[in-house]
């Protein structure tokens, strides 16, 4: 009895220890290279299909970062600085849109930026309502002004990318909104993202609810695929705004959707979805098909935690 009151303890201890523990990286189906970034353990890291790290840097807040075809990254350090950094962690650009070009003693945020055509990075800055290209020297070489309802320096504006045309495909969290302007900054299509008949609620986990919209990429076929925010949903809209493809909340199994962040539609036609501030019982990353079945997961509350709103899959 004695012995057997001795193991139980023991037993129990060791559960104990094993709760306590972070959590380790979990890759579900083929095992994926991608680069990942997380402002709530500040970590911005490139991880490899084994799930081990390759390559890491230190953050703060982030909510946009690619790697470059040259092998650098491109990244933000806090809510104002755009930086390029080597594989070696050596900054070889940078640009503070807290202070330069017009920018000095006024609230401003960069939640998107993407280096352009002929060596140019465009810039979005929320607060001031614009987005820019500028140089290496970090003179502005194009400047267009944003349409903004609810104007706000923390969700004027989150992803945004150029396209075809030279055109600018933005999404508005504060307005709810995906805006497609053009070179002159004129708005040439806009869609407003619905709320489906429910009320907005608060809070940032799966108990939350609205259309802050996060992302929006212009597809082949001229669609708009749209990452809902904490609307919990992916979009797919037409030009003529009908919904075509949708992801909601509960639709993919044992999987809850909180705040969908970045998406993005692959070459063999399933989606990636960003899943953000859902609790370490839900995946970070997910790829689905068509179909909506779930053929890959990454979760790690190990190296990463509940806002890791950055991801995007590497060859």
């Known amino acids: ?4 009151h001795m193991r139980s303890l023991e037993l129990a201890a060791l559960t104990i220890i094993c709760l306590a523990l972070p959590l380790h990286a979990e890759q579900t189906g083929k095992g994926r290279r991608l680069l990942a970034g997380d402002d709530s353990t500040q970590r911005l890291a490139i991880i490899a299909p084994d799930s081990t790290i390759e390559w890491e840097l230190k953050v703060g807040g982030i909510h946009d970062a690619s790697v470059l075809p040259n092998g ?3 990244l933000q350090q806090g809510w104002q600085k755009v930086v390029e ?4 962690k050596k900054t070889v650009w940078e640009y503070d849109s807290g202070k330069m070009n017009g920018n000095e003693g006024k609230r401003v945020e960069v939640h998107a930026f993407q280096r352009v055509e002929k060596g140019m990075t465009m810039i979005a800055e929320s607060g001031p309502a614009r987005i820019i290209e500028v140089d290496k020297d970090g003179k502005i070489q194009h400047e267009i002004k944003l349409k903004v309802n609810h104007p706000n320096a923390h969700s004027d ?3 945004v990318r150029k396209i075809a045309k030279g055109h600018y495909l ?3 969290e504060s307005d709810g909104a995906v805006r497609e302007y053009d070179q002159s900054g004129n708005v040439v299509w806009e869609y407003e993202v619905p709320l489906f008949g429910k009320a907005p609620k608060g809070g940032h986990g799966p108990e939350g609810f609205g259309n802050s919209v996060f ?3 212009r597809l082949p076929n001229g669609n708009t695929l749209i990452g809902g925010g904490n609307g919990h949903c992916v979009l797919e809209v037409t030009p003529k705004k009908e919904i075509v493809w949708k992801v909601e909340q509960n639709d993919l199994p044992g999987i809850t959707l909180a705040w969908v962040t970045r998406v993005e539609r692959l070459p063999n036609g399933n989606t990636m979805i960003g899943n953000c501030h859902a609790g370490p019982d839900n995946p970070q990353f997910i790829e689905v098909t068509p179909e909506k079945k779930v053929v890959w997961t990454f979760k790690d509350f190990k190296n990463f935690g509940n806002s890791t709103p950055v991801q995007a899959l590497l060859k």
């Open 1 to 4: 009895m004695k012995f057997t």
């Open 85 to 88: 950094v080597t594989p070696g």
């Open 170 to 172: 933005v999404t508005h």
């Open 157 to 159: 504006t989150r992803l």
């Open 72 to 74: 650098n990254i491109l």
């Open 215 to 217: 992302s929006a990429i």
